[in-house]
């Protein structure tokens, strides 16, 4: 549906969101599939502040949530699983490539900078007796489907586990292996997983490094993780006001922009869940202020 309007504005504060659909492009030209988490327009302001000029940012980054395709079809983004401390993600390799727990957008900046794909979660019977997973309460089976749709994989050892998804297998026990000894000693001497407040918030606090816990318990399961999107992490360009600015610097007369429509305020970076709301809250304030001639 689309509306017209006749009148005329002194100002413009635009805060329509980003583009969702569309991020996926430097995961394809890593050669990594995508699938989409949040379904959000195409553009629409993003579009119309480039039509006026704006100044265009990190439109080559997104949003990004390690996700678990459900077999009819939805999304399941992975944010507290990953802090699952019996666990572990490995690439085709067998081999892990970066702090599971880590902020859902730097995991798969990592994922896309490897090159990494499929990538599965391993856990043991341990951890799924435990925690949750993907809409799964504890203790509770994964429907049939995934294990028809090859989306999970269960065996009795690690060795079977490596066969069922195609790594190899001495590399995947290798992996494990190392990754309890970390358990043990409380420590992640590869990724330092469980070292920030931010993988703790979600781990278990009963255990001395609440992101770690030994992989031993049979039976074992891979679930195949996708790189999912939640939608553009670049936009238009602004400056401190809010005001929507020109490849030379120079603003747009009463034109402002704030949250997912404009370029991340945090870079490439992402401090958390939530952490877009801040900055949409606050540029959306102080560009009121300034349109309305209170701040200057």
């Avoid at 039509?51 to 079809?73: C, I, N, R, T």
């Avoid at 992640?188 to 255990?207: C, E, I, N, Q, V």
């Amino acid at each position: 549906m689309t509306a017209s309007c006749d009148h005329e504005f002194d100002f413009v504060v635009v805060g329509s969101g980003g583009g969702g659909m569309t991020a996926a492009l430097t995961a394809t030209e890593a050669g990594l599939s995508t699938v989409v988490v949040e379904k959000a327009g195409k553009y629409g302001g993003i579009e119309a502040g480039r039509k006026l000029g704006a100044a265009l940012d990190f439109m080559d980054d997104a949003w990004w949530m390690p996700s678990v395709e459900h077999p009819s079809g939805a999304t399941i983004p992975l944010v507290s699983e990953r802090a699952i401390p019996g666990q572990i993600i490995v690439s085709a390799d067998g081999k892990r490539f970066t702090n599971e727990s880590a902020p859902y957008t730097n995991f798969v900046h990592a994922q896309l900078a490897g090159k990494h794909r499929p990538i599965w979660f391993i856990m043991d019977a341990r951890a799924r007796a435990r925690y949750p997973f993907a809409q799964i309460l504890p203790g509770m089976p994964f429907p049939q489907s995934f294990y028809d749709a090859g989306i999970v994989h269960r065996a009795g050892t690690i060795a079977e586990l490596a066969e069922r998804i195609d790594v190899p297998a001495d590399a995947l026990q290798q992996t494990v292996e190392r990754f309890n000894g970390f358990a043990r000693a409380g420590t992640d001497a590869d990724y330092g997983r469980g070292d920030s407040a931010y993988d703790r918030y979600y781990g278990d606090p009963t255990l001395n490094n609440p992101n770690l816990d030994v992989i031993d318990k049979a039976p074992f399961y891979a679930v195949r993780i996708e790189a999912g999107d939640l939608g553009t992490k670049g936009g238009l360009v602004t400056d401190e006001l809010g005001r929507v600015l020109r490849a030379d610097d120079s603003a747009i007369e009463g034109l402002y922009a704030t949250g997912n429509t404009t370029a991340s305020v945090m870079a490439n970076e992402y401090a958390g869940p939530g952490a877009t709301i801040g900055p949409s809250i606050v540029f959306g304030y102080i560009a009121a202020k300034h349109a309305a001639g209170v701040l200057r």
